[in-house]
């Protein structure tokens, strides 16, 4: 037998023991993982934003509208030498809409200039048949496949939306014909409902019409995004009602900028769990190393050196580590990219496109969970290695 076998024997000689550790390691790694994977989402949707991609918006915060105009203003904008800022121009409104027989389920509804958004978002790819029926429809809408497939919608049916924004006409409800279905990349999201923004302003008072909530524009200069968006609002400086552009993920960025905070808290705790994770296995070490001192004490003195039994201590530690992280593994995959990973990518998909835990994070996790392990094993290891034959024998007895 060798000190491999020996190490491997003495972690399975107290089942219950390694059990309850194992657990309580398990449960801080897929915390830990979790945690791990919800930054990761979260800095892949901003690499994959288009950085020339400007929103425009209201100075004072995101919900107050801007003028219509405005849309046409961007359009004609030039530089200072005399070129046009942008190359394409649309705008918007959020509608706020909800399914009424599934009151709680969140997604994206978007009033949406039909003949220019895809011409901005051109990473939102519809069928030509469809994107002609919808622009021919007024109560045409184009719905994001994940949302159509959440729903059971396919082209043709007949939908109807409630919103707390804009109440329904008396009389008539907001009921759309599902024109087409969208496909994106990830981080662009499948949850979006769009339909025609005319529709919308055609049923408002007089006094609300021609108004809309954001403008998107492509900038022709990929890398002089900043100077676009400086130009754009020195346009609107003078103006009775100011704005704010930024390039799409500064404008993400500023959006979930209260989430990001909480995340980087989260951060923080995980290393504070995988702090108590390592006090765990430091107490089930020492507990060990404690009860088998008289077994210390024989294996030096028929010829173990102290060397050995710092490595069978060390040993056991790091392979209790390693359960734990693997078991912490098998739970990470069940619960996020069975669990919770799934409702992120459903109802949160532009700022969490794909939530789904990363190669490299379970190794990351493991070797941290490994680490943890031979950290706690120092104290316990030096100890029992130098023990003395005559005096660990006679204290035991």
């Not at 995340?263 to 430091?282: E, R, Y």
Request: glycine share 8%.
């Amino acid at each position: 037998m060798n000190l491999g076998h020996l190490v491997v024997r003495n972690v399975f000689r107290n089942k219950v023991r390694l059990a309850l550790t194992v657990l309580g390691a398990a449960v801080a790694v897929m915390t830990f993982i979790t945690l791990r994977t919800a930054l990761r989402s979260w800095t892949v949707a901003q690499e994959f934003a288009q950085k020339d991609r400007l929103m425009t918006r209201h100075k004072v915060t995101f919900v107050l509208p801007l003028p219509k105009r405005y849309a046409e203003d961007v359009a004609n904008a030039k530089g200072a030498d005399g070129r046009p800022l942008v190359r394409a121009v649309t705008y918007a409104n959020w509608f706020g809409g909800r399914e009424p027989n599934h009151p709680n389920e969140f997604f994206a509804s978007i009033a949406v200039d039909g003949k220019t958004y895809f011409e901005v978002y051109d990473d939102v790819h519809v069928p030509k048949d469809q994107y002609d029926a919808f622009l021919k429809d007024r109560s045409g809408a184009i719905v994001g496949k994940g949302l159509a497939d959440k729903f059971g919608w396919k082209v043709g049916d007949r939908i109807t939306l409630e919103s707390p924004l804009y109440p329904a006409p008396e009389g008539a409800g907001w009921t759309f014909t599902v024109s087409g279905i969208y496909t994106a990349a990830p981080h662009v999201g499948q949850q979006t409902f769009l339909f025609h923004w005319q529709r919308l302003d055609d049923t408002l008072p007089s006094e609300r019409r021609n108004m809309i909530g954001w403008i998107t524009s492509r900038t022709t200069d990929p890398d002089g995004a900043v100077k676009a968006s400086v130009a754009l609002d020195r346009i609107f400086g003078e103006r009775d009602v100011q704005t704010v552009s930024q390039d799409e993920r500064t404008f993400n960025t500023g959006f979930i900028g209260m989430i990001s905070s909480v995340l980087d808290v989260l951060s923080v705790l995980s290393l504070v769990i995988l702090a108590i994770m390592g006090l765990i296995l430091a107490n089930a070490v020492g507990m060990s190393t404690r009860e088998r001192t008289s077994e210390y004490a024989a294996l030096k003195a028929v010829g173990f050196k102290p060397r050995h039994i710092a490595f069978i201590v060390a040993g056991e530690a790091a392979l209790v580590g390693f359960l734990g992280g693997l078991v912490g593994l098998v739970l990470s995959y069940l619960v996020v990219d069975r669990g919770v990973g799934k409702f992120f990518e459903e109802n949160m998909t532009q700022f969490f496109p794909v939530f789904r835990v990363d190669g490299s994070t379970l190794a990351m996790a493991l070797v941290v969970a490994i680490a943890l392990g031979l950290c706690a094993s120092l104290q316990p290891a030096i100890r029992a290695s130098r023990l003395r034959v005559t005096e660990a024998l006679r204290r035991v007895a």
